[in-house]
């Protein structure tokens, strides 16, 4: 297969990151065959330094002429960096949500999974830890709260402030058939997360989902209450596949379960189109505390390009094999700074990187 992947290295650990992702999905090609082209894109602060503005329209246009894009990540430290005096519009994050929103992303994907060997840095009970979980969060990305009319205005001599939260049958069965669709790649099972108790719009994500459910006999669908998921998710977090979820309780779960994983620099992301495009990241920021040392975690980005290969390309042996050189090394001690534990072996990104490539049979 031929592959046209946009790369986006971005700022502070994300071109060391980026590198060792690319390192990973070279040795795939080698093995397996296929070619990849790579296009360098230029965004955040140092599309900031170079051309005056965090994304220009003709890097999103470059961008919309790949299959996907691959990012590490974009940001300084709001403190010192000079992007954090210019006015929002023109910082490092806007060109991120620009590009967001030029390719039309509304499905965020956020696996949260367990590795046995990480155990030690899950905050929950043993005994639950010991069961292990991996899931996968879904969170609907360019409607409900966060993109309705807002307003503050005085009321009768009292400030009253608005938000409105509105969804569309269409915005939500898009999203729906996306999670019904990971979750036939999974273990077939998807547990739609709604306060249909409450909410009118509740009530009709949970409609179109029934509906969208009947296209997919194979899969099990399962209703659960906002609040009710996010105790089970420390409770019992074994039980989930996918959590299909609207735009704030997905971003409330998804960084509720990163944190019961314990450690963000092992965690992927992938946001995505009505197509096969995809933007894939790591959950992490651009860590300005670390960059430059050669010792950040590469893992979340290698895992991102991971789904890069099972979601844009349909590679899923070849995903398959990534996921299993990450595990093999980490069953061999091998640990980057931020997730080591005694008697463990510590490496820097470059070696994490060669080791996985190495592992890729
Ligand atoms: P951060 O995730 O960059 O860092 C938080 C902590 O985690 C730091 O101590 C950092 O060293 C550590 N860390 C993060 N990723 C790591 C990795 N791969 N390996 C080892 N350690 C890692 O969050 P922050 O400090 O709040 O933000 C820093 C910058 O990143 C800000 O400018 C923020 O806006 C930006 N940011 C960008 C994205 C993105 O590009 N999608 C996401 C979040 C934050």
Not at 28 to 40: L, N
Not at 248 to 277: Q, W
Request: charged share 25%.
């Amino acid at each position: 297969m031929e592959m046209k992947i946009g790369v986006i290295k971005g700022d502070g650990i994300g071109p060391e990151i980026v590198e060792e992702a690319m390192k990973v999905l070279d040795r795939i090609a080698e093995v397996y065959g296929h070619s990849i082209s790579y296009t360098q894109l230029l965004m955040g602060g140092v599309s900031i330094d170079v051309n005056g503005v965090p994304l220009t329209d003709e890097t999103l246009e470059e961008a919309k002429g790949c299959d996907a894009v691959l990012m590490g990540s974009i940001g300084g430290d709001a403190k010192t960096s000079p992007w954090y005096q210019l006015e929002p519009s023109k910082r490092p994050e806007a060109g991120l949500l620009a590009l967001r929103k030029g390719l039309n992303l509304f499905a965020n994907l956020r696996p949260a999974m367990l590795y046995p060997e990480l155990k030690g840095a899950c905050p929950l009970k043993e005994e639950i830890a010991d069961r292990g979980f991996d899931m996968m969060i879904m969170r609907e990305l360019t409607g409900g709260l966060y993109f309705g009319k807002r307003s503050t205005q005085t009321e009768n001599g009292v400030t009253v402030a608005r938000d409105e939260l509105t969804y569309s049958e269409d915005e939500i069965r898009r999203i729906a058939r996306r999670g019904f669709d990971i979750a036939m790649k999974r273990r077939k099972k998807v547990t739609s997360v709604d306060k249909a108790n409450v909410l009118d719009s509740s009530r009709l994500w949970r409609k179109v989902t029934e509906e969208v459910a009947a296209d997919y006999p194979e899969v099990q669908l399962e209703n659960m209450l906002v609040d009710n998921c996010a105790m089970q998710l420390v409770k019992d977090p074994a039980q989930f596949d996918v959590i299909l979820t609207e735009n704030m309780f997905g971003d409330i779960l998804s960084d509720e379960a990163s944190m019961v994983t314990g450690s963000i620099g092992m965690l992927p992301s992938a946001s995505l189109n009505e197509t096969k495009f995809g933007l894939y990241e790591p959950s992490g920021g651009s860590a300005p505390d670390i960059a430059g040392k050669g010792i950040a975690n590469p893992i979340a980005t290698i895992l991102s390009a991971a789904m890069m290969l099972r979601f844009s390309f349909d590679l899923d042996r070849e995903a398959d094999a990534v996921e299993a050189a990450v595990s093999e090394v980490l069953k061999e001690g091998y640990r980057t700074i931020d997730i080591m534990s005694e008697g463990m072996n510590q490496i820097g990104t470059k070696e994490m990187g060669d080791l996985i490539s190495s592992h890729i049979r």
